[in-house]
């Protein structure tokens, strides 16, 4: 039997009312953001090379395509504080990368307090971050945003050390960690930041149940579009499709055939949880409508970006998203291309 070197990549978001939408403000705030990232001279050449190649101004501009100018900024910078603390925690152990996540807490629990000469530059981007982004937002926001992204940070730790021992996750275990390591919770923040809706309509079980949903949609969508240049890479152990191969013993097409069933009953589910939401008043049911509607931008705008951009596909994205046929890439070495960028070959 000759090995495999094609594979089709599903489409789960083919019948997903939401349709693409960028936001209008994107070209104005992509090169304020770029440029305040370029000002730290935090990344060495590779890294700020596929920094540009990613494009997550862009990201921000698909995900949140409904909130104004001031608040897609704050999108655009937490993209980058995203992408910089990934680099940073992808290269060190999990002792390291515990080391990034204290200091990432801190400034957040700490915006005011000057941070010490010689600390690693996470942390002045950090604080500049999150001092632009508290001027414009609720106490109640700031505060889940601080927890999830204190859970996002930390269970990087767990992502770590799994990669060092090689560890393959059981389905469940691995989507438990990863609905926090993939940061869709922090990502909710714009989302909700010019938003009045009461700490308990937040807290409400069907609220959390689309949040989760989305959230799972990220992880799937992510690992789907990532999976080929994590296995040539030598990462894939952190990657749905390899888990589902180990749990389920079957091969890539089973595998993939599964992650899009699933992804498919997670995206009915969440459309029929937003159908039988309850009430909490004329004035509430607006602001939780327009905050539901943005998570399902989100979800649209995720996918969007995996294909406009060039860290999944390089610049056959376009292609791939017409045609959903992925040539298989070889095994390389790990120094060739880092675990979330697609080689300039491709």
């Not at 409904?66 to 060190?92: G, N, P, Q, S, W």
């Not at 869709?184 to 689309?210: T, W």
Request: hydrophobic share 40%.
């Amino acid at each position: 039997m000759s090995a495999m070197t094609q594979f089709y990549l599903p489409d789960p978001l083919t019948q997903w009312p939401w349709l693409r939408k960028l936001n209008p403000y994107y070209t104005e705030v992509k090169p304020e953001s770029e440029s305040w990232l370029r000002g730290f001279k935090a990344l060495d050449v590779r890294s700020q090379r596929s920094f540009d190649r990613c494009n997550f101004a862009l990201l921000g501009g698909l995900a949140y395509p409904l909130i104004d100018r001031d608040r897609l900024r704050v999108a655009c910078d937490l993209m980058v504080l995203f992408y910089v603390f990934d680099e940073f925690t992808d290269k060190v152990d999990e002792n390291g990368a515990r080391l990034y996540a204290e200091l990432v807490v801190d400034v957040l629990q700490n915006p005011d307090m000057e941070r010490p000469y010689g600390e690693s530059k996470l942390g002045e981007i950090t604080r500049q971050f999150w001092l632009r982004a508290i001027q414009m937002s609720s106490v109640s926001a700031r505060e889940r945003f601080i927890a999830s992204f204190a859970e996002y940070a930390y269970a990087v730790i767990d992502e770590a050390s799994d990669r060092a021992k090689g560890n393959v996750r059981g389905l469940m275990d691995y989507l438990r960690l990863t609905r926090l390591t993939a940061g869709p919770y922090p990502c909710f923040f714009p989302i909700e930041m010019d938003l009045d809706i009461p700490d308990e309509v937040m807290a409400h079980p069907s609220m959390d149940r689309l949040r989760r949903l989305t959230a799972e949609s990220l992880v799937l969508g992510n690992d789907l579009y990532s999976y080929n240049i994590e296995q040539a890479a030598g990462h894939g152990g952190h990657n749905i499709i390899t888990v589902v191969m180990a749990e389920k013993g079957v091969d890539l097409d089973g595998a993939l055939d599964w992650v899009a069933e699933y992804h498919g009953h997670v995206l009915l589910e969440f459309q029929a949880q937003y159908q039988v939401l309850p009430s909490w008043g004329p004035a509430v049911d607006l602001e939780v409508k327009a905050y539901v509607e943005r998570l399902a931008y989100f979800i649209r705008g995720i996918d969007c970006w995996a294909f406009e951009t060039e860290r999944y596909f390089g610049t056959k994205g376009r292609e791939i998203q017409k045609q959903r046929v992925v040539d298989l890439l070889p095994k390389v070495e790990a120094a060739s291309v880092t675990p979330m960028m697609a080689p300039r070959k491709v």
